[in-house]
């Protein structure tokens, strides 16, 4: 299976999940987009995937904010001449200044802001314009990167619903697109290892014995999935929500842990 001479935005792949799917998509001969706040490192990162015969680009910008995606697509297009996949990964459990697991009554509004923006209206406004691109070359594929979080309920009324929000979106902008076709889908990992050199936090070492598997992900085997969903050969799939999660939500989710 080969889908060298593809074009995908990757939003918010310096690290982790995103710099996980990037290196599987450059292994498989995809041209790569690197769309990141920061542009060092998104360099960095570059010189830690790249392979000679495929094209890996970073751009900064913000998908939270419109006018950075507008400009991230128009670079994209500039370079490449089309978007054949576009991957949302950017997205963040805990924005800067406080924790999305903060109960209702302390929530501060700025963060509910910064998660709502970077959670559920990124995925809107390159989704948005991502189909405008595949439309005009009638094919494209948009995938999601939710959470079980989105699937069960955890601790936290900003981030799980608007990973929920971004699994209805899905399902949703699917059935608009269908005919084109545009096949959107949705990957909800459960517990991904970090960059970090600890690689878990204390608290994420502790769930580890409650997770069925007993394990926590490589940011890779979430690019593995996305991969397979990006390729023609599910080009029947489109709608759907798959887990990646060790079993968590077949165990009831993390509410079985008490959490
Ligand atoms: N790590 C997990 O266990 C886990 C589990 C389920 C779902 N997820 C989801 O997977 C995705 C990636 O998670 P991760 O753990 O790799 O996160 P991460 O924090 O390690 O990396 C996210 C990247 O996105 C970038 N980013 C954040 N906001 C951005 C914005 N507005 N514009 C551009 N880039 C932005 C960050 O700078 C960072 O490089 C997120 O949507 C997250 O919610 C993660």
Redesign the pocket.
């Known amino acids: 299976m080969s889908e060298s001479n593809k074009v995908a935005i990757i939003?918010?792949d310096?690290?982790?999940?995103?710099k996980g799917i990037a290196r599987v998509f450059v292994k498989n001969g995809i041209n790569v987009v690197m769309?990141?706040?920061?542009l060092k490192k998104l360099e960095n990162t570059i010189k830690d995937i790249k392979l000679s015969d495929v094209e890996v680009y970073p751009v900064k910008?913000?998908?939270?904010v419109p006018a950075n995606v507008e400009s991230l697509f128009d670079k994209t297009i500039e370079k490449f001449g089309k978007v054949d996949i576009l991957v949302n990964?950017?997205?963040?459990?805990e924005p800067s200044g406080g924790k999305m697991a903060d109960p209702i009554t302390d929530f501060d509004h700025k963060v509910m802001d910064e998660g709502v923006n970077?959670?559920y209206k990124?995925v809107f406004y390159c989704s948005q314009r991502a189909a405008k691109e595949m439309k005009a070359k009638k094919k494209g594929v948009i995938l999601n990167?939710a959470?079980?979080d989105g699937l069960v309920s955890t601790p936290g009324t900003v981030y799980g619903p608007m990973k929920a929000a971004v699994i209805h979106f899905t399902k949703v902008l699917s059935r608009e697109l269908a005919t084109v076709p545009i096949r959107v889908n949705c990957i909800c990992?459960?517990?991904?290892l970090?960059?970090t050199p600890d690689r878990l936090t204390d608290h994420e070492k502790d769930l580890l014995k409650f997770i069925p598997m007993h394990r926590a992900l490589e940011?890779e085997d979430i690019g593995n999935l996305a991969y397979f969903l990006a390729s023609d050969e599910t080009k029947w799939i489109t709608g759907s929500v798959v887990t990646v999660d060790e079993g968590i939500t077949a165990d009831g989710g993390w509410f079985a842990f008490g959490l």
Not at 14 to 18: F, H
Not at 61 to 64: G, I, K, L, Q, Y
Not at 189 to 192: A, D, F, I, R, S
Request: hydrophobic share 40%.
């Open positions: 939003t918010g310096a690290r982790g999940i995103g769309a990141g706040k920061d910008a913000d998908v939270a990964n950017a997205g963040t459990a970077v959670n990124s990167i959470s079980v990992p459960g517990l991904v970090k960059d940011p």
